[in-house]
């Protein structure tokens, strides 16, 4: 062993083995001659020192993952008790042995874009629409009522293996904007108790009606409760996720409804062959005075066939809400809303639309076949006109 040095050279091996521990983040040790004899003067460690900045670091990543626990699947998974895999679409949605020759297919009822809470003051808008929590009920209810009697008392052998009842997001008026927190009738949270309510009914009915519901859903840019739309956990941060998943929990042992309640913002699923996406169309902006919405809706669309065509994920219908304006098409259908013409659409000198949804059937071979907007702010009190005439000036 090499002799241990003393006087300024002791003093000066010390200084420099100090800065060299300093420098690494280790501590110094309390007897420096056992340290020197551990060692033989070489800077080497009796045992190796704990990184305590990376303890720190790790320290905290713990506390924050302890924190985040309780995350969307902890909700879905522990608190509601739903099952952790996606169902698959049932059966008598894909088998055409379910659609009897004379069957007209199965229906699809588009709800969106109820905007649940909101008010709209008939007085600002000339008067051609009003809209608050009673007239939403009502709507909710006529909706229903309208759908069951144009697809039993309309259709020839009204015999259908179930029902669609697509829910496209915008469930809620929301308070993204200062405007609407001033304005809706009730804060958001009782806003999810009243329309749950009112959905668990509208579900109820279309079981008892057409004895089997399938139920996909996809969450809208009002019902957020983030200051700006998020791409990154877009649906946890929704309260029309926490709508579908309560209904999801409610129908959970009813053999009769299922569910569709994607992560993303867009549900993929197929009537017989015919596949549809559904997704809420907040991600299309843009449009004109002369085209409107058309123009960036079919650019979203071409977009979307785009990506979904590069990962194998192909449809033939795009479905989408947020527009307020119904357009029934062959490749894409854009609904319409409970809510109706308002204030924004009056002062954004939009064209009038009633409050609508979409309605229509697809055929196992066919396709898409009947297209039955269904009105939902009663009945007109126009008395009727002849079942067809012809313009005459002067008449």
């Not at 091996?13 to 004899?37: F, S, T």
């Not at 190796?48 to 990543?61: A, D, K, S």
């Not at 809620?172 to 009738?185: A, C, P, V």
């Not at 843009?286 to 192909?314: C, F, T, V, W, Y």
């Amino acid at each position: 062993m090499t002799a241990r040095p003393t006087g300024q050279e002791w003093r000066n091996w010390k200084r420099g083995q100090m800065k060299r521990l300093d420098r690494a983040g280790k501590p110094r040790p309390d007897n420096w001659e056992a340290y020197w004899e551990a060692q033989n003067g070489r800077v080497l460690d009796p045992k190796p020192e704990p990184n305590f900045e990376q303890v720190r670091l790790l320290t905290i990543e713990i506390q924050r993952l302890k924190r985040e626990a309780v995350n969307h699947a902890v909700v879905r998974h522990e608190i509601l008790k739903l099952a952790r895999e996606i169902p698959p679409v049932p059966d008598w949605l894909t088998v055409q042995e379910s659609c009897t020759v004379k069957s007209p297919g199965v229906p699809t009822l588009f709800a969106s874009d109820w905007h649940w809470g909101e008010v709209v003051d008939g007085a600002q808008i000339g008067g051609v629409n009003s809209y608050c929590l009673t007239t939403a009920r009502e709507r909710a209810e006529r909706l229903i009522g309208s759908t069951v009697d144009l697809l039993k008392n309309h259709m020839v052998d009204p015999n259908y293996p179930g029902i669609v009842f697509a829910l496209g997001g915008d469930m809620f008026s929301g308070d993204i904007h200062e405007e609407l927190s001033r304005t809706n009738e009730m804060p958001v949270m009782p806003l999810v108790l009243d329309i749950w309510g009112v959905l668990t009914w509208c579900i109820e009915k279309l079981a008892d009606e057409f004895g089997r519901v399938f139920v996909p859903c996809v969450t809208g840019n009002h019902s957020r409760n983030t200051l700006k739309m998020t791409s990154k956990e877009r649906n946890h941060l929704s309260f029309d996720w926490l709508l579908y998943s309560l209904l999801e929990k409610q129908f959970e042992k009813d053999s009769r409804v299922s569910f569709l309640i994607p992560d993303g913002p867009d549900a993929l699923y197929r009537v017989y062959g015919h596949s549809y996406l559904l997704t809420h169309g907040d991600q299309f902006r843009g449009g004109d005075g002369m085209i409107g919405a058309l123009g960036p809706i079919i650019r979203g669309d071409h977009k979307k066939r785009s990506r979904n065509a590069q990962i194998g994920m192909e449809y033939d219908t795009l479905l989408l809400g947020h527009w307020h304006q119904l357009i029934q098409m062959q490749r894409l259908i854009v609904n319409g809303s409970l809510k109706g013409y308002d204030e924004y659409a009056h002062g954004g000198n939009f064209g009038f639309e009633r409050p609508k949804q979409a309605l229509w059937i697809t055929h196992p071979e066919h396709g898409i076949t009947f297209q039955m907007p269904v009105l939902v702010d009663g009945e007109r009190t126009e008395p009727a006109e002849a079942w067809v005439s012809v313009f005459e000036r002067g008449a």
